[in-house]
């Protein structure tokens, strides 16, 4: 559940100190790590605190999940063992064999394969939309339709949705809307407030921050759907653990800062390569070229840490580009404090090939971290040569 005590804060206060109560045993200032899985009970059915067993409920978990909730405005956040199980759990909730969803057109190769190959098996149906265009969205709905899934900005092709007028969508034909929140993470946006229904989370991503931890979320908007949505967690199982609920804590702390730090490194990147002979095509909603750029500009703090940007020479080039850096890692994810480069075509879209969501092949995808914008920059250039 949301802390109400800290509905008036800024987002840098909640993120300190939201769930994070000082242990009323010892008065350490962090959350305790309960590395346990079962609680003596006072008599039967007599649970302290409400606590029985791990997998329904670990105080270190529940520490996250109101930090979650807090900083996403919802009613209540629920945290899982990866972002894809997190979807998983969304989806058996909210849907049923015979059901609709309509997916956008760019979306994380996982999220697209899980649809594809798993949710589909189950009877479910799907199809594909332009999210960025309201018309598209409309034009996919059908009498089935149960969800309307977004990701803004979208991976990899940095794309923008307007999720206030998406909202209106899902509200006018009975759906909920999802959005994936993972590359803007609630620092620079709030989908809940826009409309939404739910939020999904990857935690391994900016939330952690460190790249050492595997994790999801979910936060409800409607606390009823909340309720439903953590019977589920429990009876599929797929929770997340106590030390990488403590672990992602403490990346949430600092999330502010290194957002900021983030955009800006992500700024300065953009504009070399806009001016790079090499490159063909940036894509970053900060530039005021870019097709979501004023709807971005209106729902985000600011732009993120994401960049992609497409090379002359083609799949080969960009591959070759890739292997060249020396301070940006080759490496899947993204959000951490180090950079990290990939060619998502090959790397984290390959599952999307040869279907309507594939990636072009000349494209590279940058995780800007929060070193030294100079040294990144240097590094992307001799790269590209």
Same mark, same amino acid.
């Given at each position: 559940m949301s802390d109400d005590s800290h509905e008036h804060q800024s987002f840098e206060t909640r993120a300190i100190h939201a769930g994070n109560t000082a242990d009323p045993q010892t008065g350490a200032v962090v959350p305790p790590i309960y590395q346990v899985s079962t609680y003596k009970q006072d008599g039967v059915g007599g649970l302290r605190g409400g606590y029985e067993y791990s997998r329904s409920g670990?105080? !270190?978990?529940?520490?996250?999940?109101e930090n979650l909730a807090a900083l996403e405005g919802g009613a209540r956040g629920l945290a899982f063992a990866s972002g894809l199980a997190a979807e998983d759990c969304l989806l058996r909730t909210l849907l049923s064999p015979g059901d609709h969803v309509v997916i956008p057109n760019d979306a994380y190769g996982g999220t697209f394969r899980l649809?594809?190959?798993?949710?589909?098996?189950?009877?479910?149906?799907?199809?594909?939309?332009?999210?960025?265009?309201?018309?598209?969205? #409309?034009?996919?709905? !059908?009498?089935k339709t149960k969800v309307i899934w977004v990701e803004t900005p979208s991976n990899p092709l940095l794309g923008i949705t307007d999720i206030a007028v998406v909202a209106d969508i899902a509200r006018s034909a009975g759906a909920k809307l999802v959005v994936d929140n993972t590359f803007a993470s609630p620092y620079l946006q709030q989908p809940l407030a826009l409309g939404a229904d739910v939020v999904v989370h990857s935690l391994t991503k900016y939330m952690g921050g460190h790249s050492d931890v595997v994790g999801g979320?979910? +936060?409800?908007?409607? &606390?009823?759907?909340? @309720?439903?949505? &953590?019977? *589920?967690?429990? &009876?599929?199982?797929? +929770?997340?653990?106590?030390?990488?609920?403590?672990? /992602?804590?403490?990346?949430?702390?600092?999330?502010?800062?290194?957002?900021?730090?983030?955009? @800006?490194?992500?700024?300065?990147? /953009?504009?070399?390569?806009? #001016?790079?002979?090499?490159?063909?095509? +940036?894509?970053?909603?900060?530039?005021? %070229? *870019?097709p979501g750029h004023e709807v971005a500009a209106k729902q985000m703090r600011n732009f993120g840490g994401?960049?992609?940007?497409?090379?002359?020479?083609?799949? %080969?080039?960009? /591959?070759?580009?890739?292997?060249?850096?020396?301070?940006?890692?080759?490496? %899947?994810?993204?959000?951490? /404090?180090?950079?990290?480069i990939e060619h998502p075509g090959r790397m984290t879209h390959a599952s999307v090939a040869g279907s309507a969501l594939e990636v072009p092949a000349d494209l590279i995808r940058v995780s800007v971290g929060i070193e030294n914008a100079d040294d990144l920059i240097a590094d992307l250039t001799q790269a590209l040569g």
């Open positions: 670990n105080p !270190t978990r529940t520490a996250l999940e649809f594809a190959k798993v949710v589909s098996r189950w009877g479910v149906e799907w199809s594909v939309a332009d999210t960025s265009d309201a018309e598209s969205v #409309r034009a996919a709905l !059908t009498p979320a979910l +936060v409800a908007a409607d &606390a009823a759907l909340g @309720e439903e949505l &953590a019977y *589920h967690q429990n &009876a599929m199982g797929a +929770v997340a653990g106590p030390f990488d609920s403590w672990v /992602v804590l403490r990346g949430i702390k600092t999330l502010a800062v290194r957002m900021d730090r983030h955009a @800006e490194n992500a700024e300065k990147i /953009v504009e070399v390569l806009k #001016r790079h002979p090499k490159v063909t095509k +940036v894509l970053y909603p900060g530039l005021p %070229e *870019h994401m960049v992609s940007f497409q090379v002359a020479g083609g799949e %080969e080039e960009a /591959v070759a580009v890739c292997g060249r850096t020396k301070v940006f890692t080759l490496a %899947e994810s993204l959000g951490g /404090v180090e950079s990290l």
